[in-house]
């Protein structure tokens, strides 16, 4: 079975400044997808970025970006120029093939911003 | 009007009554499912379906049973509620064209007492 592992339950960084939550994952599949998504107090699930396996670019979504390592099976998140709204949870995911076996989630980091 | 939207938002119940959660969307996809989340635990997966014929169980199904009424309604029910099914609830679609993307609704807290 898949697993995804976040391993830092929570993260704390100044505004402005850049941070970097961890993401490991376990699969036997070549073909798969991965995501962060990101939860604020308003409980909402917003999809923050994702990353096609069979690319070696790492994706870029504006101030959000990913260091995508598939030998090592690890997916890492980079958040630059941290603002007040990103305090959140963050959840890493994947997905096998196309999809439809639906979403396995790590834990969860939990970032704090400092003003 | 949300594309995925989920009834109640809240909901109180006691130990033994039996409760349903509807799913809602307009996004016309096939796939829909339920996920779990508890605190320190992530998001887990109840079931899913990918028509009104194809339900199949996720990681967790058990004390659970699901309803696919049509394309674009997905209830779940809990038979007989007990308190550590106190979380929040989750709906999703998703579509072949997503590229692995779910579209989730905003959650159901559900409190059992």
């Known amino acids: 079975a898949q697993t995804v592992t976040q391993s830092q339950p929570e993260m704390s960084v100044q505004e402005a400044e850049t941070v970097t939550l961890s993401c490991t994952y376990d699969?036997?599949?070549?073909?798969?997808?991965l995501f962060w998504y990101k939860q604020p107090p308003s409980r909402q699930m917003i999809l923050v970025i994702r990353?096609?396996?069979?690319?070696?670019q790492n994706a870029t979504e504006n101030r959000f970006s990913v260091n995508f390592q598939k030998a090592a099976k690890s997916f890492s998140l980079k958040i630059s120029d941290s603002q007040l709204g990103d305090a959140a949870m963050y959840f890493c995911?994947?997905?096998?093939?196309?999809?439809?076996?639906?979403?396995?989630f790590g834990k969860g980091t939990h970032l704090i911003i400092q003003p | 009007d949300a594309d995925v939207t989920q009834t109640p938002r809240n909901r109180i119940t006691k130990t033994g009554k039996r409760i349903m959660l509807e799913c809602s969307q307009t996004?016309?996809?096939?796939?829909m499912y339920w996920y779990r989340q508890d605190p320190g635990l992530g998001l887990r997966l109840i079931y899913y379906?990918?028509?009104?014929?194809?339900?199949n169980k996720g990681e967790i199904s058990d004390g659970y049973s699901v309803s696919r009424q049509a394309q674009a309604k997905f209830s779940l029910s809990l038979e007989s509620a007990i308190p550590n099914q106190t979380a929040l609830y989750f709906c999703?679609?998703?579509?072949?064209?997503?590229?692995?993307?779910?579209?989730f609704g905003p959650g159901t807290r559900l409190t059992v007492l």
């Open positions: 999703a679609t998703s579509d072949p064209s997503s590229r692995g993307d779910a579209f």
């Open positions: 995911a994947y997905t096998a093939g196309g999809g439809a076996d639906g979403l396995t």
């Open positions: 699969t036997s599949e070549s073909d798969y997808y």
């Open positions: 996004k016309g996809h096939d796939r």
């Open positions: 990353q096609e396996a069979y690319k070696q």
């Open positions: 379906s990918f028509d009104v014929k194809d339900i």
